[in-house]
Structure formats: structure tokens, C-alpha cells
């Protein structure tokens, strides 16, 4: 049973970039796709992106242009960097494990979120 | 990009009645990337139904998931209070790769 627990700063200013770690206990990060998703009041649920362990990524072309997603398979974390940060950041962001069949997709187990505010 | 769209926004039924909640694809989804997740309060997304019909491990045989092409349900048979939470369904598909739809909150009287 994988458990999945993000940190880092709870506030960050304006402009500045915002990191997140997810540590992975319980189970390997190997084989998998391990992803960030975040929500607000406003918008709800918004994936982020996601990277397999062997550091293959895809992100949300919303975030593309700021965001970096790495992993580090000889610590079991990934981390999240998204930079140029603004108000409309602030949010809890939760780190996720995606499980990929053949057939299909889904995220099965989630970090217990932290909660991101961006201001100065 | 995939918008999910999902009502009502919020069910209120008393305890043992069937909940009926309808998740809608701006575009065709491929039933194998669909899925419904359960969120309580100061919690995460929990997932509840994969592939549109699949329950999860230790999710109770009350929940049920149905649908195809845009059209997607989500049923509680017999609500019990601790079903009481928001739902969200989510697909997976082209870019964005990942969406969820806004959620229906269900409230137990």
C-alpha cells in the first residue's frame, strides 16, 4: 500500500517559484506514473502533469511554459516546480500515483495535499 | 481539450434513497479512461469507480458506474450517511491528457 506525503513552503511570494516535494513510501516509484494535481474553490481539480519513473513527463500545456516535474528513484520522491507564480496559484496541491494497464487509467492513491499561498 | 460537466451541482436525499449522478463529455471518452473518485471534507479524492464500471478495492457494491460515449452515471443505491461527500468524475485523453469535472456534492438529510 503505497502512502504519498507532499511538503514545502505553505506560502511563496508573487512572482517567485513554488516547490513541492511527494515522498513515496510503501511502494517503489518504479513502473509508474507519478503525477501533481491541484485544487481551488474556483476551478476545482486541474492536473498539473505527471512523470514515469524512468523521467518521461507530460504536462498540461496550461502550465507547460513554467512548470518542471523530476523524480529521484534512489530517494522515492518526485518533486514539482512551477515558477513565476501568482495569486491564481494558490491552491492545495496533491501529489498522485496513476496506474496504467492495458486497459486502463486511473489515480489510486493520493498524498493528503498541501495547502500552496501565494502572496507577498 | 475534454470538458467534463457534471449535475446536478448538489443532491440532497435522505438516508436508503438512490443518488443519480450524471457526468457529461464535451467529446467521446474511452470508457476505459473514465472514473469516478469520492472526496470528504478536508480530504483527497478518494478513488470510488475505474473504467466506468469497475469498483475499487473496498468500495461497497451500493456504487455503481454506467455510460458510454459522453454520457456517464454514477448511482448510490440505498445512501447511507457516510456517503456524504463530493464526486468527481475524471477522464483520461488527449491534451490536456487529464481532466476532472467541477464535482456533485451529495447531501444526506
Known amino acids: 500500500q503505497a502512502h504519498l506525503q507532499e511538503s514545502g513552503p505553505g506560502l511563496v511570494k508573487p512572482s517567485e517559484t513554488l516547490s513541492l516535494t511527494c515522498a513515496v513510501s510503501g511502494a517503489s516509484l518504479s513502473g509508474y506514473y507519478w503525477s501533481w494535481i491541484r485544487q481551488t474553490p474556483g476551478k476545482g481539480l486541474e492536473w498539473i502533469g505527471f512523470i514515469h519513473s524512468n523521467g518521461m513527463s507530460t504536462y498540461n500545456p496550461s502550465f507547460k511554459s513554467r512548470l518542471t516535474i523530476s523524480v529521484d528513484t534512489s530517494t522515492n520522491q518526485f518533486s514539482l516546480r512551477l515558477s513565476s507564480v501568482t495569486a491564481a496559484d494558490t491552491a492545495v496541491y496533491y501529489c498522485a500515483r496513476q496506474e496504467r494497464t492495458l486497459t486502463t487509467r486511473y489515480f489510486d492513491y493520493w498524498g493528503q495535499g498541501i495547502l500552496v499561498t501565494v502572496s507577498s | 481539450e475534454v470538458v467534463l460537466t457534471q449535475s446536478p451541482g448538489t443532491l440532497s436525499l435522505s438516508p436508503g434513497e438512490r443518488a443519480t449522478l450524471s457526468c457529461r463529455a464535451s467529446q467521446s471518452v474511452n470508457t476505459n479512461y473514465l472514473a469516478w473518485y469520492q472526496q470528504k471534507p478536508g480530504q483527497p479524492p478518494s478513488l470510488l469507480i475505474y473504467?466506468?464500471?469497475n469498483r475499487a478495492t473496498g468500495i461497497p457494491d451500493r456504487f455503481s458506474g454506467s455510460g458510454s460515449g459522453t454520457n456517464f452515471t454514477l448511482t448510490i443505491s440505498g445512501l447511507e450517511p457516510e456517503d456524504s461527500a463530493v464526486y468527481h468524475c475524471?477522464?483520461?485523453?488527449?491534451?490536456?491528457?487529464?481532466?476532472f469535472g467541477p464535482g456533485t456534492k451529495v447531501e444526506i438529510k
Open positions: 475524471q477522464q483520461y485523453g488527449n491534451s490536456p491528457v487529464v481532466t
Open positions: 473504467a466506468t464500471s
